[in-house]
């Protein structure tokens, strides 16, 4: 080899050895170290904790007195004055209590009522009494197996107390799951069939779903606003003491009734938004 391919070779080695010291040196370089400890110091660090209060439901913004929501629901409808106001009722539904049912006259109905067709299980005199009060049908144990067939159909079942046990068995399964088999409880058995067919004239009738909401058309928008306020007051009424948070009457006990507890009243329109109302 010659002393110039010698000095050529000795050249390049120190070339590559200073280039591999200077890579050295910037990989190690004092910023890069004060970035990795700054890194490490930053995720031993606990997080801040907040101590705002998070709002139990975004309803609690939205609250208004019922004559604001009235005025707002009419403002956003001005368009369409011949809307319905629609009344939504939210109940606890504790474990064990019934579905709420009723019926109401409101003070001013704001669509026509629908007209029941009754079924009455009497006999004798009382039968006799609920064919004039306006009873559709009227018979004894005989009509269970057509009822239970669907070739006879109604929307409101009465009985006698002396004819409940005779018809139980077999409409129990059929009348209990659609909220139609006569009772004690609701009224549907009375030994005054006659009277409670008069007393339903010009009532309509409510209920809830399976999770104790309650939705039922309450008024018109062009209806004055007093006219809705009383109509929303008087249902809500009704509500609660089907629902046990208003006594019946100052004379009964109620205690031993479970009370299924309002949580919510709102009101609606067909356009509008869903008002909660504060002062119900």
């Not at 110039?4 to 070779?9: D, F, I, V």
């Not at 700054?38 to 660090?45: D, I, L, V």
């Amino acid at each position: 080899m010659s002393l110039l391919q010698l000095r050529s070779l000795r050249s390049a080695a120190a070339l590559a050895k200073r280039s591999q010291l200077s890579l050295r040196d910037f990989s190690t370089s004092n910023v890069i170290w004060a970035r990795q400890a700054k890194k490490s110091a930053g995720a031993t660090r606990k997080p801040r904790t907040s101590n705002k209060t998070v709002k139990s439901s975004i309803y609690d913004a939205e609250k208004m007195t019922l004559t604001d929501a009235i005025h707002v629901l009419r403002a956003v409808e001005v368009g369409s004055p011949n809307a319905t106001y629609e009344l939504t009722i939210k109940t606890a539904m504790p474990r064990g209590a019934a579905i709420p049912k009723g019926r109401v006259s409101l003070p001013r109905e704001p669509k026509a009522k629908a007209k029941d067709k009754i079924l009455v299980f009497a006999d004798g005199k009382a039968a006799e009494a609920a064919k004039k009060a306006g009873a559709d049908i009227v018979g004894g144990p005989e009509l269970a197996e057509a009822v239970a067939s669907g070739r006879i159909q109604a929307t409101l079942f009465l009985s006698t107390p002396s004819l409940i046990k005779a018809i139980s068995q077999r409409l129990g399964r059929v009348l209990g799951p659609r909220g139609l088999m006569p009772s004690e409880r609701r009224g549907t058995v009375t030994e005054d069939v006659a009277g409670y067919i008069r007393r339903l004239q010009g009532t309509t009738e409510w209920k809830g779903d399976k999770t104790g909401t309650i939705r039922t058309p309450i008024a018109k928008l062009d209806y004055p606003v007093e006219d809705v306020v009383k109509n929303v007051r008087h249902f809500i009424s009704v509500v609660k003491r089907a629902t046990g948070n208003q006594p019946q009457s100052a004379d009964k006990d109620q205690s031993s009734k479970p009370v299924n507890a309002i949580h919510k009243v709102i009101i609606s329109s067909r356009q509008g938004p869903g008002i909660l109302i504060a002062d119900l």
